[in-house]
C-alpha cells in the first residue's frame, strides 16, 4: 500500500502511459520508403533485462523495512563508511562494499551521454555514444527521452556500474557555457520533463540515477574557487529549483548531486536551505545527496546541512588535497555530539532505500555484452530527430539524386565530435559525416574531402586570436607546416623532452582538459597530455601572405617570449596571471619572406588541479588574407554541384568558451566556399548556441547537429538527402552574438570577482529576449521542416480531473494539418503570457506544454496539449508555495517562441489548479 499522497498516483499513471509509447522517429520524404517497422523494432529490442519495472521505489514499504532492519545491525564505523567515497581505479564515484552485512559496492559511472567506462578489462572501455543531452532535448520528445535512460541504465548495468550519473538538468543560462550540451536547454518544464523521462528509464534496471548538479550550476568560470550565484528566492524556484522538482516528481531518482558552486554565498553541499528545505522537504526527494567530485568543504555544516555521501577528491587548497571530510572528522564529530546519530542514520537510511527499492541488492551487475548494433541505431535514431534545420533558403535541402559530385569540407568531417570532460564516451564504432555522405551517395556519385582549416584542440577555450595557421608556419623538423614543438618537463627548457614532434600551430590548454579520457580534441592535432608542458619550445619559419603591418598577439597565464630572426618582439609580463592574459606586438612582415620563429613558453601560472599549462601564439592580418587550406576547399567546392561544410567547436567541462565564434579559421572558410558554390549547406556539430550572423548571409541552407553520439554521420546523411524529414526544435536560443542577450553585463557573466549577479531574474533565455526586446538569430523552440503545417480552431478548456484527488486540467486543443507534399512530425508549442497579477511581474511568454504530431501530407489531426499548472503561476515569497491568480491569461500556441500562430485567452481560477 502506497504511504504517499494521491499527486503520486497521478503521476504513476502518467508514467505508464508514457512507457506505451516507441520511438517517434522523423518520417522520411516521400523519396524514400519510412522505415517505421524497423524503428519499433529497434524500441522493442532496447529492454534485453528482464528486470521488472521498478518505479517508485520510494513508495515500497517492503525495501523500506528491509533498509530499517539492515541499519539497525550497521556499526557506527559501518554507517559513516557508507557516507564516504573511496579512491579507486576503476571508478572516479565509488563507494566501497560492507561484506559483513552484505552490502554491495556502490560502482558509478559518469554521464549523461552514456557510460564512461574506466575498467580498462571491461569491453575496452567502449560504450554507446549517445548524442548529447541538449541533442535529446531538441527532439521535444518524452518517450524518446525515457528509451535514452534505459539504453544508458541497460548499458551501466552490463558493465559493472549500479550508479549512473546522470541526467543534468542544469539550465542554460549562458550561452558561453561549457557543459551546456550536457543538460537539456534553457527552459525548466522542458529540461524536467526530460529528464525525468531519462531518469524512468535508467531505473528500469538495477542502476540508481543521479539528478546533478543541484543547484544554480550555470557556467564553468570560477566553478573550483568559490564561484557564488548571487540569486533571489523567487528566480531560483522558478528557473533553477523547477528542473530538479519536475525529475524528482515525475522520475523518483534515487540519488542527487550537488554542485560544486556556492549559491548565496553558501556552498551548494552544504547549504540547509537547499539540501534540507527545499530539496528533502519542499520537493519531497527521499534519495541520497552525493557531493560532486571534490565539492565538499566541510564537515558539521555539510553533514548538518544535508549532506548524505561525500565523493573523494576534495580541491580544497587550505584544507590540502584528498582530505576526507566524511570519513574520521566525521566519527570524530558524532563522538564529541557535535552531530546526531539520527542525522547519520537518515543519511544512510537514504542510501539504502533506493538500493534495495531499485534492485541493488538482488541484482548485482554482471559483465556481460552490449547489444552495440542495437544501440548504435537508437543512437542514429535519436540523432536523426534531434538535427535542427536552421535555414533553408529557395529549398536548398533536400539534396536530390540529380547532385553527382559533393565537396566534404572540414577538418573533422571525418570524424566524429563529442564534448570534452567527464561526459566524454568512448564509442563502439562511428559513423562520421564523409562516411555518412560517402555510404549514403554510393559509388555513382564523387564525394571529395578537403580540411580547410586547422584542427581544433581545447586551445579554442584560450581568448584572443585565433592561432596563426598552419598554412603559414614551416617546421623546424623539416616535415612540413607547423612547428616544431619540444615539450620539456622542467621549466628552463633542458632535459629530455616528453615529446618533439610537429604541431598544426603553437597552443595548448592543458589542466582539466587533457585527464585522460577527459579530451575531446581532433585526432589530427598530435595527442597533448597534462604532463606536457613545464616549459615549451616552438620553432620554425613564419611566411606572410601579404606585406603589411601584422598583431602578433600571445594569450597565456605563464611567461612567454617570442623571437623573429633570433630577436625578441614580443615578452609577457613575467609572474604569470589566474587567467589568460593577451599580449601583443606589431610586426612588419614582406610577402614571401620567411622569417625565423621562435616562441619560448614556461607555465609559470598559479596551480591547482584545473590548472596546467596555456598558451596561444595568435596574430591579426591585414584585409583580404585567405589561408590557403581555406582557398583549396573553395576550390573543390566550385568543382562540385553541391558543398557540405562541418564546422565545429569545443565544449568541454572545465572551461566556458571565451565567445559564440567558431575557432581555427571556420568562419572565413564558410564564407569562401559560399563564395564559391552558391548550393553550400553547413552543418553545425556543436555543444549549442554559435553566432551564425557573421557568415550565413551567403549560405543558403544552415543545419545544427549537435554532438550527434556515434552515429552523427548517418543521421546528418539521412536528413541531407531527405530519407528523414529534419523534426528537431531549439532548446535553446541562438543568439546574434554574445553581447546580444539577457545577460548584458559583467556582473552577471562571468561576474564581478566571485559573484555572479543573477539579476535577470525570471527573465532567462527566451524569457528574456522577448522582455527586453532583443532580437535572436533563431529562437526557442525554432526548427524548420520540408514540408509546413496549419494552425487552426484553437480551443483552451479547463477540465476536471481523470482520477481521485486531480485537480483541474488546462488543455488547449488545436487542429494541425501538414499543407506540404512530404510527411513530416510538427511540435505544437504552447506558451502563456503575462499572468493577471499585480503582485510580482511575471515573463510576456512561458513554455506551458507541448506534443509532436506526426501528419502525412493533406492528413489533419487535433492535438490536445495538456498545461503544466506552474506555468500559469509564480512563486510567492512571502507564503513560500506556487500561486495561481484569477483572471484571462494569454495563450499562444506556434511553432517556435517566435513564431505564434494562434492566439487564445484561459481563464484561471486561483490556487485551486495546484496539485
Not at 99 to 115: K, Y
Not at 257 to 282: I, P, R
Not at 329 to 355: C, E, F, H, K
Not at 458 to 480: E, H, N, R
Request: with cysteine.
Amino acid at each position: 500500500m502506497s504511504s504517499r499522497p494521491p499527486r503520486r498516483a497521478r503521476t504513476r499513471l502518467a508514467v505508464a502511459l508514457a512507457t506505451t509509447a516507441v520511438v517517434a522517429t522523423a518520417v522520411p520524404a516521400a523519396a524514400a520508403e519510412p522505415d517505421l517497422d524497423r524503428e519499433a523494432e529497434i524500441a522493442a529490442e532496447l529492454r534485453p533485462q528482464s528486470f521488472p519495472p521498478v518505479w517508485w521505489w520510494d513508495e515500497s514499504e517492503d525495501d523500506t523495512e528491509r533498509a530499517r532492519d539492515l541499519l539497525r545491525r550497521m556499526t557506527l564505523d559501518e554507517k559513516v563508511d557508507m557516507m564516504h567515497g573511496e579512491l579507486n581505479n576503476y571508478y572516479g564515484f565509488y563507494n566501497g562494499p560492507i561484506p559483513r552485512l552484505g552490502i554491495p559496492a556502490l560502482t558509478m559511472a559518469d554521464g549523461p551521454a552514456g557510460v564512461r567506462i574506466a575498467n580498462p578489462d571491461v569491453n575496452e572501455q567502449q560504450a554507446t555514444q549517445l548524442p548529447a543531452p541538449i541533442a535529446l532535448a531538441a527532439t521535444w520528445d518524452r518517450a524518446l527521452a525515457q528509451q535514452y535512460g534505459d539504453v544508458a541504465g541497460d548499458e551501466a548495468f552490463r558493465t559493472g556500474h549500479n550508479v549512473l550519473l546522470a541526467p543534468a538538468v542544469d539550465i542554460a543560462r549562458v550561452a558561453q557555457a561549457g557543459r551546456a550540451f550536457e543538460a537539456l536547454g534553457e527552459d525548466p518544464l522542458l529540461s524536467g520533463t526530460m529528464g525525468a523521462g531519462v531518469i524512468r528509464g535508467i531505473q528500469q534496471h538495477p542502476v540508481v540515477a543521479d539528478i546533478k548538479h543541484y543547484n544554480v550550476y550555470t557556467q564553468e568560470t570560477n566553478r573550483l574557487s568559490g564561484g557564488n550565484a548571487v540569486v533571489d528566492e523567487r528566480t531560483l524556484q522558478e528557473v533553477y529549483t523547477r528542473p530538479f522538482a519536475i525529475g524528482v516528481e515525475e522520475g523518483r531518482p534515487g540519488s542527487a548531486m550537488c554542485a560544486f558552486n556556492k549559491v548565496n554565498g553558501v556552498y551548494a553541499c552544504e547549504s540547509d536551505e537547499l539540501l534540507n528545505q527545499v530539496l528533502k522537504t519542499q520537493l519531497d526527494f527521499e534519495g541520497w545527496v552525493m557531493s560532486d567530485y571534490g565539492a565538499t568543504h566541510s564537515t558539521v555544516p555539510a553533514v548538518l546541512g544535508g549532506l548524505d555521501q561525500e565523493m573523494p577528491g576534495n580541491l580544497t587548497p587550505e584544507v590540502g588535497p584528498g582530505t576526507c571530510f566524511f570519513c574520521g572528522p566525521l566519527l570524530d564529530a558524532v563522538r564529541s555530539g557535535q552531530v546526531p546519530v539520527s542525522r547519520i542514520d537518515d543519511a544512510v537510511l537514504r542510501i539504502l532505500r533506493p538500493m534495495f527499492g531499485l534492485g541493488l541488492f538482488d541484482h548485482p551487475p554482471v559483465i556481460q555484452p552490449l547489444p552495440e548494433q542495437e544501440h548504435g541505431e537508437f543512437a542514429r535514431a535519436v540523432a536523426e530527430r534531434a538535427i535542427v534545420l536552421l535555414k533553408n533558403d529557395d529549398a536548398a535541402l533536400p539534396l536530390t539524386g540529380a547532385v553527382g559530385s559533393i565537396a566534404v569540407i572540414g577538418a573533422d568531417a571525418d570524424v566524429v565530435v563529442a564534448g570534452g570532460g567527464s561526459s566524454l564516451v568512448r564509442p563502439t564504432a562511428t559513423v562520421s559525416p564523409l562516411q555518412g555522405i560517402q555510404e549514403r551517395v554510393g559509388a555513382g556519385v564523387q564525394v571529395t574531402h578537403v580540411a580547410g582549416s586547422d584542427p581544433v584542440t581545447s586551445a579554442a577555450l584560450v581568448p584572443g586570436p585565433d592561432p596563426i595557421p598552419s598554412d603559414f608556419l614551416t617546421s623546424a623538423l623539416g616535415d612540413g607546416a607547423g612547428l616544431r614543438a619540444e615539450y620539456f618537463a622542467t621549466d628552463d627548457f633542458t632535459g629530455d623532452t616528453i615529446a618533439d614532434r610537429t604541431d598544426p600551430y603553437a597552443a595548448i590548454n592543458a589542466g582539466f582538459f587533457l585527464f585522460e579520457g577527459f579530451n575531446a580534441q581532433s585526432p589530427h592535432f598530435p595527442p597533448q597530455t597534462r604532463d606536457m608542458g613545464a616549459s615549451i619550445r616552438w620553432t620554425g619559419q613564419l611566411t606572410a601572405p601579404v606585406t603589411g603591418s601584422y598583431e602578433l598577439a600571445v594569450t597565456t597565464t605563464g611567461t612567454a617570449v617570442v623571437y623573429l630572426d633570433g630577436e625578441p618582439v614580443l615578452t609577457t609580463p613575467l609572474g604569470g596571471a589566474a587567467t589568460p592574459t593577451t599580449t601583443t606586438a606589431s610586426v612588419d612582415l614582406v610577402a614571401g619572406v620567411a622569417r625565423d620563429l621562435r616562441v619560448e613558453f614556461v607555465n609559470a601560472g598559479p596551480g591547482g588541479t584545473d590548472a596546467g599549462a596555456v598558451f596561444q601564439l595568435g596574430w591579426t592580418t591585414p584585409d583580404g588574407v585567405v589561408a590557403p587550406q581555406a582557398s583549396a576547399a573553395a576550390d573543390a567546392a566550385r568543382s562540385a554541384q553541391a558543398a557540405v561544410v562541418v564546422v565545429r567547436d569545443y565544449s568541454s567541462e572545465g572551461g566556458d568558451k571565451p565567445d559564440l565564434d567558431l575557432p581555427n579559421g571556420q568562419v572565413e572558410l564558410i564564407r569562401q566556399v559560399a563564395a564559391a558554390n552558391p548550393r553550400t549547406v553547413v552543418v553545425l556539430t556543436t555543444g549549442g548556441a554559435v553566432q551564425t550572423s557573421e557568415w550565413e548571409d551567403g549560405v543558403p541552407a544552415v543545419v545544427q547537429s549537435w554532438f550527434g553520439g556515434q552515429e552523427q554521420g548517418r543521421a546528418i546523411a539521412r536528413v541531407l538527402f531527405g530519407d528523414a524529414n529534419p523534426s528537431g526544435r531549439l532548446p535553446v536560443t541562438f543568439p546574434v552574438d554574445e553581447e546580444s542577450t539577457p545577460l548584458s553585463s559583467e556582473a552577471q557573466y562571468p561576474g564581478a570577482g566571485l559573484d555572479q549577479q543573477f539579476s535577470e531574474g525570471i527573465y532567462v533565455g527566451y524569457r528574456g529576449y522577448e522582455e527586453l526586446g532583443i532580437e535572436p538569430q533563431y529562437p526557442f523552440g525554432h526548427g524548420l521542416s520540408y514540408t509546413t503545417f496549419d494552425y487552426r480552431n484553437l480551443r483552451t478548456t479547463i477540465t476536471n480531473g481523470a482520477g481521485s484527488g486531480d485537480g483541474p486540467r488546462l488543455e488547449v486543443r488545436v487542429a494541425v494539418r501538414n499543407t506540404g507534399a512530404v510527411a513530416g512530425t510538427e511540435t505544437v508549442q504552447v506558451y502563456v503570457g503575462n499572468l493577471p497579477t499585480r503582485r510580482v511581474e511575471t515573463a510576456p511568454r512561458v513554455l506551458a506544454g507541448w506534443e509532436t504530431v506526426s501528419l502525412a501530407p493533406g492528413e489533419r489531426k487535433q492535438v490536445t496539449v495538456t498545461l503544466s499548472p506552474e506555468s500559469v503561476s509564480y512563486w510567492d515569497v512571502d507564503r513560500d508555495r506556487w500561486q495561481t491568480p484569477t483572471g484571462n491569461v494569454p495563450v499562444y500556441v506556434g511553432s517556435s517562441s517566435g513564431d505564434i500562430r494562434l492566439q487564445g485567452t484561459l481563464r484561471l481560477g486561483g490556487n485551486a489548479l495546484l496539485r
